[in-house]
Every structure is written in C-alpha cells, then in structure tokens.
C-alpha cells in the first residue's frame, strides 16, 4: 500500500478498513499470497491467504454491523532492513445502538515487508488479553515464551525466502534463459565499465554459420539445444571472460588483460582458444546427439586501439566477423590484422 507514510500509519489503516468500512478487498492489496495468520479462537491458524479467505468468508458474508474503533495503539520496531515488527491494541464497540452491544478489545503483532516504498503483510497474530496478567506486561510470560521461538522461526523463514528470490530475479535479470550467459543489456554494461576502467582487452563478436538453416532443417527445438551447448562451451573455454548472447546466434565475448593475462591476449593465444571453442562445444553437441556439423566464425578487435567506446569497439569486431565469414566461416579474423599477415 503506498503512500502511507509509517507502519503504524498502515496498520492503523488496515484495521480502519476491516472493521469500519467492512472492506474486505485490502485483502488482495495488501497482503501476499504466502501471509499466515493466527486468530483469536483456539483453531483460527490460516498458513497462507487462501485459507485465511476461506476462514472469514462465511463471517463475511453473515456480518451485518460494522465496529467503531474508540481506542488504539501501535508501536513498531524495525528487525530488517525491509522487515517491520508492529504491534498494538484495539479497543472496538458494535455499532448496533443496543445497550448490550458488544465491546471488546484484543491486541495484534503484524509483520510486514517494506518494499519500493509499499507495504506487504506477511504475518498477523491477534490476542485477547489474559486478565491474569500483569499491569506491566503487554502479554503474558507464558504466553510470550510459547510464541517468541515461533515468531523468530517465522521471521527468519520469511527474510530466507525473500532474500532467495530477490536473488533469483536479479540472476534472471542479468542473464539469457537458454544459455545463461549474460543478456545483451547486462553484457554491454558490464562491457562499458571494463573499457572505462582503461586496461587493454580483445572483444569478440561470434555467430553460427548457416544457423537458420539449421533450425529450419532440424527444427527449432534442436536449433536450442546448439545455443546452449555453445554457451557451455564458451564458459568452458573463457571462463574469465564477459560473455553474452546478445540476441538469436550471436554471441560476444570480452577479454580484459587483467583477467587473461598479457599473454592470453596475443593474436596466436585466441586463435588457439577459438579452435578449442569448436572443439569443446563439437563434443558437447555429441554428447547430445546432435551429429549434424555445426561450427562459428568470430571477429575480433582490440581496446583501446580499435575502439575506446563500446560502440566503436562493437563496429570493428562486427568487421572482422563479415571477413572471417567471408574467409571461408568457422574461423576467427583479428580485425586489420589478417590482411597484414597475409
């Protein structure tokens, strides 16, 4: 829920909501799919939203008055970076004009997730006090001691499983699905930061020779399954380099000096490095059955001599591909270099 300035500010709203206004469609705004929830009768434990819909819904559809809230309290204590611990007490009043209308109060611990300044509830638990208690206890010790442990087991699950995903879609933002090798986006920032950083390097522009006949003859699932077979290889091969697909069969690769050594970054060096590429990603195709002979042609260039932009570096590489494609394909140009030596 956004615009809502503090946790308190939307845990006083959410309370507002469902039992003044009788507006139960908070429950798709403001909670997730994975909220538990623990009421204040003995069997009231939902384990997700969709048992806690189910639990109120024939509440829902029987209650007929609303409640006024005469008391309130809250009180938050931030366990995360993006975790908030609210609790709180009630005090409500059926507003039925009856001098023997119900007035109660109960008291909560509500979890939530901060995240892009939005608010998300992932645990509710209500209580009703124990008139046993002490004057100075906000709920009693036994209580407290058999829900402390479950709550910190709660919590931890929670940020687990959160920070796992976050994990995963950052992964799945920077990455090509098939070959996981990075997509076009990331691999020219990354790219970007490496040249600005002014050490020399070798990008590589790599695409399969006559690859659209090959998913027309063979199909396109086939046509897959030789994607992901080169991005093994290429992995296999330049494991320190920042390798990409950048759309389709075309593939881009990045040798800072740093990473390969000076050595590694000599013309001989990379043409022996591309011929082991069609080695390494030839035997991986065998091991998949795909008998069919596949091979690559890749253009090279140099920073910063060829290039001190990516786009200027990009152009360069690109020409020397068209020359190794025009050279007979399935071998690598270095661009203004190949004419020289010959």
């Not at 699932?221 to 030789?226: K, M």
């Amino acid at each position: 829920m956004k615009n809502l300035p503090s946790p308190e500010a939307f845990c006083q709203y959410l309370w507002h909501e469902y039992l003044e206004n009788q507006n139960y469609t908070i429950l798709g705004d403001c909670f997730v799919p994975e909220t538990t929830v623990i009421g204040t009768g003995e069997h009231e434990v939902s384990r997700n939203l969709e048992q806690f819909v189910n639990k109120i819904s024939a509440e829902i559809d029987a209650r007929t008055t609303a409640f006024i809230i005469e008391d309130q309290w809250f009180q938050s204590q931030w366990i995360s970076a993006d975790s908030v611990l609210v609790i709180g007490e009630l005090r409500v009043r059926e507003q039925t004009g009856n001098p023997l209308e119900f007035i109660g109060r109960f008291r909560f611990t509500i979890l939530l997730h901060a995240m892009n300044n939005e608010w998300r509830v992932l645990h509710v638990h209500q209580s009703v006090p124990d008139p046993e208690q002490g004057a100075d206890e906000f709920f009693p010790h036994r209580l407290m001691e058999q829900s402390n442990r479950q709550l910190k087991q709660l919590v931890e699950e929670k940020t687990r499983a959160l920070e796992e995903s976050y994990r995963q879609m950052e992964y799945n933002a920077r990455h090509d699905s098939l070959t996981q090798l990075l997509n076009r986006r990331w691999v020219e920032t990354q790219i970007t930061v490496a040249m600005q950083e002014g050490d020399p390097g070798v990008m590589i522009m790599l695409d399969i020779d006559w690859f659209k006949q090959i998913n027309d003859t063979f199909g396109h699932p086939l046509g897959d399954q030789v994607l992901e077979t080169l991005g093994q290889a290429i992995q296999t091969v330049f494991p320190q380099a920042l390798s990409g697909r950048i759309g389709g069969d075309e593939f881009i690769l990045y040798l800072k000096e740093e990473q390969a050594g000076s050595s590694a970054l000599q013309t001989t060096a990379i043409e022996k490095e591309a011929e082991q590429l069609q080695r390494v990603w030839e035997e991986l195709r065998r091991q998949k059955g795909l008998t069919f002979p596949v091979s690559a042609s890749l253009g090279a260039a140099r920073f910063p001599q060829q290039g001190g932009r990516f786009d200027q570096l990009w152009l360069h590489a690109d020409q020397a591909l068209y020359q190794a494609k025009a050279a007979g394909r399935g071998c690598l140009r270095f661009c203004g270099e190949r004419e020289e030596r010959d």
